[in-house]
T-cell receptor, first 115, second 118 residues
Framework: KAGVTQTPRYLIKTRGQQVTLSCSPI?????VSWYQQTPGQGLQFLFE???????NKGNFPGRFSGRQFSNSRSEMNVSTLELGDSALYLC??????????????FGPGTRLTVL | AQKVTQAQTEISVVEKEDVTLDCVYE???????LFWYKQPPSGELVFLIR??????QNEISGRYSWNFQKSTSSFNFTITASQVVDSAVYFC???????????????FGSGTRLQVQP
């Protein structure tokens, strides 16, 4: 089975721009979560989507948003980029059966640099 | 609130040495899940193990072993006979039970960078 894929792998933007990152989960996985990794704050949860609905959201400003499509693929968008948004953005997918916490499997990440 | 502490920021060992990575967690829930992930220089987080709070059995997988002790809220990871390929950042993570809405997010520790010298 193919793993989680993320595109693009690298991105350079300037302050004030917006960016869209894409994530394709493992086939059959229904939940997609996004995390931000920075040297200062470490790994932080952004949000989780399941069946095209946001189920959970971390403590990030409204500039960070996402969505999930009917095929479980997900995108996250950051508007009005700030220097502090420079980070590795990791996407994870999980099977999400009804009665247990499933393991999240991560993609290779998108490294965003904001100049 | 949940919290995961990995007090060891960086560990350096020589190949074939054994090394233990410490993980201490805090949660108010009685049902929870613990994970270890490995992050090589490529950046991808590689899943290593998942443990639920009701299973305190230690686990061994090849050169890897995990010691889960609820009494001390610790979930330590030992690599036996370390190899250069083990060099990476290792993260311990905590998740609440699935039956709590919005609680599936992973709370990560700050990570331990392991360098294995040849």
């Amino acid at each position: 089975k193919a793993g989680v894929t993320q595109t693009p792998r690298y991105l350079i933007k300037t302050r004030g721009q917006q960016v869209t990152l894409s994530c394709s989960p493992i086939s059959g996985h229904r939940s997609v979560s996004w995390y931000q990794q920075t040297p200062g704050q470490g790994l932080q949860f952004l949000f989780e989507y399941f069946s095209e609905t946001q189920r959970n959201k971390g403590n990030f400003p409204g500039r960070f948003s996402g969505r999930q499509f009917s095929n479980s693929r997900s995108e996250m968008n950051v508007s009005t980029l700030e220097l502090g948004d420079s980070a590795l953005y990791l996407c994870a997918s999980s099977l999400e059966q009804a009665v247990r916490t499933d393991t999240q499997y991560f993609g290779p990440g998108t490294r965003l640099t904001v100049l | 609130a949940q919290k995961v502490t990995q007090a060891q920021t960086e560990i350096s060992v020589v190949e074939k040495e054994d090394v233990t990575l410490d993980c201490v967690y805090e949660t108010r829930d009685t049902t929870y899940y613990l994970f270890w992930y490995k992050q090589p220089p490529s950046g991808e987080l590689v899943f290593l193990i998942r443990r639920n709070s009701f299973d305190e059995q230690n686990e061994i997988s090849g050169r890897y072993s995990w010691n889960f002790q609820k009494s001390t809220s610790s979930f330590n990871f030992t690599i036996t006979a370390s190899q250069v390929v083990d060099s990476a950042v290792y993260f311990c993570a905590l998740s609440d039970a699935i039956d709590k809405p919005g609680r599936r997010a992973l709370t990560f520790g700050s990570g331990t960078r392991l360098q294995v010298q040849p």
